[in-house]
């Protein structure tokens, strides 16, 4: 019989060996720390690039919770839970396209922003860029949430009656939300769209009235309520300078006037948009059904098979539009790590 000492050396060196192969909650978000000290550091830029690797949201986040016990236990807090909320944020934009887990991670941030004591500008600017991010991920229920948090510490920001407006109008599509959405519950929510819409119209901003109005008009139009939906954008239009936002008014007047049988005016629309932005899928479509239906089929034809010869799409300002605040989002971050000292 071996000796107890060499007996307890082997199961120690044994031990050794299973953990060797079984990686504990350090080995797994070694990584994490790196990341974040060097973030933390002020290489910003360099980490947000590196977070679109990551290839799983949710697994970050449990790794965040582990690495924050650690982290929280240096001096200042109050700046370590800005590193940490600035971090996740980061990563819920850079990986928007994983959807609800981006909302997850952004959100587990905002508890770390919750808790400063003192919130001051890094605190609005950090709101306003998760509102991007939320966008991004088209993620109705955490953006709602989010709007509650940031009215907590900022009750005046002027941003807040356009978010809430946008995550009613997320949730009356079902494709972004958790459940299929009845048809009462469909008209509901854009009822209620409209009317938050209406109310950021009475901004001091020209830029919240601005998106207000546009995004009025096509709640308004999915409602069936064309007439509302053109004054709406009428109303918008002088106050539009973005290339893009004009081209999404302009898309939506055309939709509306077609449904209220005024189809010159419509393919004006339609053509003044392709004058922002040629060859854009969606409008390049919607005049190709009005020719096709108004019996010009050898102009849809044309308009049609020019749009599918191209190698590579032209970008089309409707894909921005669900996710909302998103194409802020570079802007918003910029802005955000200026403060974060």
Same mark, same amino acid.
């Given at each position: 019989?071996? %000796?107890? $000492?060499?007996?307890?050396?082997?199961?120690?060196?044994?031990?050794?060996a299973?953990?060797?192969?079984?990686? =504990?909650?350090a080995?797994q978000?070694?990584?994490v720390?790196?990341?974040?000290?060097?973030?933390?550091?002020? $290489?910003?830029?360099?980490?947000?690039?590196?977070?679109?690797k990551?290839?799983? &949201?949710?697994?970050?986040?449990?790794?965040?919770?582990?690495? =924050?016990?650690t982290?929280?236990?240096q001096? %200042?807090?109050?700046?370590?839970?800005?590193?940490?909320?600035?971090?996740?944020?980061?990563a819920?934009?850079?990986?928007?396209?994983?959807g609800?887990?981006?909302?997850?991670?952004?959100?587990?941030?905002?508890?770390?922003?919750?808790?400063?004591?003192?919130?001051?500008?890094?605190?609005?600017?950090?709101?306003?860029?998760?509102?991007?991010?939320l966008?991004?991920?088209?993620?109705?229920?955490?953006?709602?949430?989010?709007?509650?948090?940031?009215?907590?510490?900022? %009750?005046?920001?002027?941003?807040?009656l356009?978010?809430?407006?946008?995550? =009613?109008?997320?949730?009356?599509?079902?494709?972004?939300?958790?459940?299929?959405? =009845?048809?009462?519950?469909?008209?509901?929510?854009?009822?209620?769209?409209? $009317?938050?819409?209406?109310?950021?119209t009475?901004?001091?901003?020209?830029g &919240?009235?601005a998106?207000?109005?546009?995004?009025?008009?096509?709640?308004?139009?999915?409602?069936?309520?064309?007439?509302?939906?053109?004054?709406?954008?009428?109303?918008?239009? %002088?106050l539009?300078s973005?290339?893009a936002?004009?081209?999404?008014?302009?898309?939506f007047?055309?939709?509306?006037?077609?449904?209220?049988?005024?189809?010159?005016?419509?393919?004006?629309?339609?053509?003044?948009?392709?004058?922002?932005?040629?060859?854009?899928?969606s409008?390049?479509?919607?005049?190709?059904?009005?020719?096709?239906?108004t019996?010009?089929?050898?102009?849809?034809?044309?308009?049609?098979?020019?749009?599918?010869?191209?190698?590579?799409?032209?970008?089309?300002?409707w894909?921005?539009y669900?996710?909302?605040?998103?194409?802020?989002?570079?802007?918003?971050l910029?802005?955000?790590?200026?403060?974060?000292?």
């Amino acid at each position: 019989m071996l %000796p107890v $000492k060499t007996i307890v050396t082997r199961l120690v060196a044994a031990l050794a060996a299973v953990l060797a192969l079984t990686p =504990s909650a350090a080995a797994q978000n070694a990584w994490v720390v790196d990341w974040l000290r060097e973030y933390a550091g002020g $290489k910003h830029v360099a980490i947000a690039n590196d977070l679109r690797k990551v290839a799983s &949201i949710s697994r970050l986040e449990s790794d965040l919770e582990i690495v =924050s016990k650690t982290w929280l236990k240096q001096e %200042p807090v109050d700046q370590r839970r800005r590193e940490l909320a600035a971090f996740a944020l980061e990563a819920g934009f850079a990986q928007a396209v994983q959807g609800t887990a981006a909302g997850k991670l952004v959100e587990w941030g905002c508890k770390q922003i919750r808790r400063v004591t003192k919130p001051g500008e890094f605190e609005r600017r950090w709101h306003l860029a998760a509102f991007s991010a939320l966008g991004g991920a088209i993620d109705p229920d955490n953006l709602q949430a989010h709007v509650t948090h940031m009215k907590f510490h900022f %009750p005046n920001e002027p941003r807040l009656l356009f978010e809430r407006a946008v995550a =009613s109008e997320l949730s009356a599509a079902d494709v972004f939300t958790k459940r299929r959405v =009845s048809a009462g519950e469909v008209e509901d929510r854009n009822a209620e769209a409209a $009317k938050r819409y209406r109310e950021a119209t009475a901004s001091s901003d020209p830029g &919240i009235q601005a998106e207000a109005l546009l995004r009025l008009g096509h709640v308004e139009m999915a409602r069936g309520k064309l007439d509302a939906a053109v004054s709406a954008l009428d109303h918008a239009e %002088p106050l539009l300078s973005d290339a893009a936002d004009r081209y999404l008014l302009l898309l939506f007047r055309g939709q509306a006037l077609e449904r209220l049988k005024q189809p010159d005016a419509a393919r004006r629309a339609y053509e003044s948009a392709l004058a922002i932005q040629p060859g854009a899928h969606s409008a390049t479509m919607a005049l190709a059904s009005l020719l096709f239906r108004t019996g010009e089929r050898a102009d849809a034809d044309r308009l049609v098979s020019a749009l599918m010869a191209r190698a590579e799409p032209v970008p089309d300002p409707w894909w921005f539009y669900w996710p909302a605040d998103y194409r802020y989002g570079i802007e918003r971050l910029q802005a955000m790590r200026e403060v974060l000292k």
